[in-house]
């Protein structure tokens, strides 16, 4: 849009052009190119990654706007990112096949760069919920987006499987991200963090752009992904597992043999979580943790003498579907023992504490209310099940159940 160039060489144009630029500095048609010899002049709003932009201002891949600047930290929309790689594939006039998008035609800005692009293969634009494909050419362009984009330009192959803490393995660019890691031009935020949903500025597509074509110049650093403060438990125990995570619930059992107390991450855990609520004015106990599979035996058939089988059902797990048995599952209770084991529980202090903080020690509260139907038991506002604590801030950031976030059957 506003990076066009003016091809024209007559020295009535020029200075018809000059006249404009000079009376009417924000007219979008048109800038001028600078000349070979000026190519590397730094943009006067360039401040940061000044190498990166005057190597792809060298090349002519950024043109700038035609008041002289280059707007750095705007977002980038879908079409400039579509019409930079074209530049650098040498493609200014193209003439493709409409690529069928129905919010452009030829007469919409970028029309015959996008149908290039689609021709090419580098885009395939988006499919709006009525079915509608479009192109959305002054959309904010996402980091996942460009992620995929620069990969499938430039046939970035080699994917050495990295994984940002962000970015799950079903995400719909997961693997374009990685290969993007894998050829040293992202290295994320740090944390291990890739934030794909957030757009980039103008200046941080250049710099991935000047990485992906010097990479002896401009690569990133390597991805560092650090450890989880609380580790997700092995998955070498019995049992059913969906990305990783043990599910055990009125579907998916143990076998009655495995009897391994409670695990000492979940313990550690559990322990230090307990620390820091008591340091905050929150005393929590736990009331039960690692049940074998007999003492669950024992209880299920207790409480079936007491209330029948229909009502055990809801609040006991027969045995081997216990996630006692895991030795991952926790029962707390605050002071006042009148609350444990109650729903009245959640609007304690305790109850209250542990529903807005277990995520950060790796807890996920495993049966939140209203969700009877999916995970199988009433709301226990007091059972909380160990996943690691990368897991359990995805699974509550998510707002599903465990069964619901990893599409799983809880009855
Ligand atoms: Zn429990």
């Known amino acids: 849009m506003k990076e ?3 091809f024209k060489k007559s020295a009535l144009t020029i200075i018809t052009a000059i006249l404009v630029l000079l009376f009417m500095p924000n007219l979008e048609a048109g800038g001028i190119s600078p000349g070979k010899a000026e190519a590397a002049t730094t943009f006067p709003d360039v401040t940061d990654f000044k190498a990166e932009i005057d190597y792809l201002t060298g090349l002519e891949i950024i043109r700038g706007y035609p008041d002289g600047t280059f707007r750095p930290k705007t977002s980038i929309t879908r079409l400039d990112a579509v019409r930079m790689i074209l530049r650098e594939m040498e493609i200014e006039d193209p003439v493709a096949a409409d690529p069928g998008f129905s ?6 800005q970028g029309y015959a760069l996008v149908a290039k692009a689609v021709e090419i293969g580098f ?3 988006k499919v709006l919920e009525d079915g509608r494909k479009v192109f959305d050419p002054q959309g904010k362009l996402t980091r996942a987006e460009m992620a995929k984009i620069l990969v499938e330009a430039y046939s970035l192959t080699a994917d050495d499987n990295i994984k940002f803490i962000d970015v799950s393995s079903g995400h719909w660019a997961s693997s374009h991200i990685s290969r993007l890691a894998t050829a040293n031009i992202t290295d994320g935020f740090p944390g291990g963090y890739f934030k794909p949903e957030s757009s980039l500025e103008r200046q941080h597509f250049a710099v991935f752009m000047a990485r992906l074509l010097n990479p002896s110049e401009f690569q990133a650093g390597p991805v560092v992904i650090p450890p989880p403060k609380y580790p997700a438990p092995s998955t070498d125990t019995p049992g059913y597992y ?11 059992d143990l076998p009655s ?3 391994p107390g409670i695990h000492p991450l979940a313990q550690t855990a559990a322990d230090e979580m307990m620390a820091d609520a008591k340091a905050q004015g929150v005393n929590l106990s736990v009331i039960s943790a690692f049940r074998s599979y007999s003492y669950q035996e024992t209880l299920y058939n207790n409480y079936v003498e007491r209330d029948g089988q229909a009502a055990a059902d809801r609040y006991s797990a027969r045995p081997g579907h216990s996630e006692h048995q895991t030795g991952l599952a ?4 605050g002071t006042n023992q009148s609350y444990w084991l109650k729903t009245s529980f959640a609007d304690t202090a305790a109850g209250r504490w542990l529903e807005a903080n277990a995520s950060k020690y790796g807890f996920i509260l495993r049966y939140p209310e209203g969700k009877e139907s999916i995970t199988g038991y009433m709301f226990e506002p007091w059972h909380f099940r160990y996943v690691g604590s990368r897991e359990s801030a995805k699974i509550k950031a998510s707002g599903k159940t465990l069964e ?5 059957r809880g009855r």
């Open 4 to 6: 066009q160039r003016i």
């Open 103 to 108: 919010d452009m035609n030829p007469e919409t």
């Open 123 to 125: 885009i395939d634009g």
């Open 242 to 252: 969906v990305d990783g995570i043990l599910v055990v619930n009125k579907v998916h």
């Open 257 to 259: 043999t495995y009897n």
């Open 330 to 333: 926790f029962d707390f209770g």
């Open 404 to 408: 619901e976030y990893l599409g799983v």
